[in-house]
């Protein structure tokens, strides 16, 4: 339609629209074997030794298993699109994460532990949100730490993890993020005097939160699941992540940004200047 449009701006204005089976098979019998996208020199010569000239030649069924021969799956599909038929989905369909992981570098080094205690709640409450977007629960919490990377060389960054099993399958972010945080304590106490450059927290073994596996002696609160099912619709309505915890970072990511590209379309005060001669 777009080739049509610009072959004949007198006759379609521009825009040309092939909305019906007579448009379709007009367009194709007037399209050039070689002007197919996915077709290049070499094939369309063989096509061409073929009596293929036209992509009406080439959708003929009598064709369809030289062009499999030839061209395989994409050929196929090819014919499918130009017979009309939408082989592609506009947006892949979301598949589910086995793990998910919130990491960052601190726009600069951290020692102190209620810094790093709010960043590793706003990396665990994120990873409770993604949990349960994707309607899962995790079983694991892992938490790590990576130290400075000195520019003397003397001195190389080193990374100090620790990982938690649940003794149920939570999703709730008042559950990872106490979790993480008692993680951080436990890496924490081990290296006060450490200096940080970044950290993350990672939760794995995901299963789908309505196949949830309970245990006999403990269990998550009952009041977590309609507790964040309200924080999350609220959060929805007046804006993301409006709502958080008390030990949460007071900006949901804190980074380096010097590099940043200027806003020249969003702000008034970053609009590309050009000067001329």
Request: hydrophobic residues 40%.
């Amino acid at each position: 339609a777009n080739k049509i449009a610009r072959k004949f701006p007198n006759q379609t204005a521009g825009v040309h629209i092939i909305d019906t089976d007579e448009k379709r098979i007009k367009a194709l019998k007037w399209t050039k074997i070689e002007d197919v996208w996915g077709i290049g020199f070499r094939l369309s010569k063989k096509m061409k030794d073929r009596n293929i000239l036209t992509a009406y030649d080439f959708v003929d069924p009598k064709h369809r298993a030289w062009i499999k021969l030839q061209m395989g799956v994409v050929g196929l599909r090819l014919a499918s699109e130009l017979e009309g038929q939408s082989v592609l989905d506009l947006e892949a369909p979301l598949t589910e994460k086995k793990s998910i992981a919130v990491t960052r570098s601190f726009p600069k080094a951290l020692d102190d532990y209620d810094a790093l205690r709010e960043r590793v709640s706003t990396f665990a409450s994120v990873c409770a949100e993604k949990l349960r977007a994707q309607k899962s629960c995790c079983e694991s919490v892992y938490v790590f730490l990576k130290t400075v990377d000195y520019p003397d060389g003397q001195r190389k960054s080193r990374s100090y993890q620790q990982l938690m099993t649940l003794p149920f399958a939570s999703n709730s972010t008042l559950t990872l993020v106490q979790t993480a945080v008692h993680l951080l304590a436990q890496i924490y106490q081990r290296n006060p005097d450490l200096v940080f450059a970044k950290a993350g927290v990672i939760v794995s073994q995901l299963s789908p939160e309505n196949q949830k596996q309970f245990d006999l002696f403990e269990d998550e609160n009952p009041k977590h699941l309609p507790l964040m099912k309200a924080i999350d619709a609220v959060n929805r309505k007046i804006g993301d992540r409006k709502i958080k915890l008390g030990t949460q970072s007071p900006k949901t990511w804190d980074m380096k940004q010097q590099l940043l590209s200027p806003k020249y379309t969003t702000q008034l005060d970053q609009i590309l200047v050009v000067k001329c001669p």
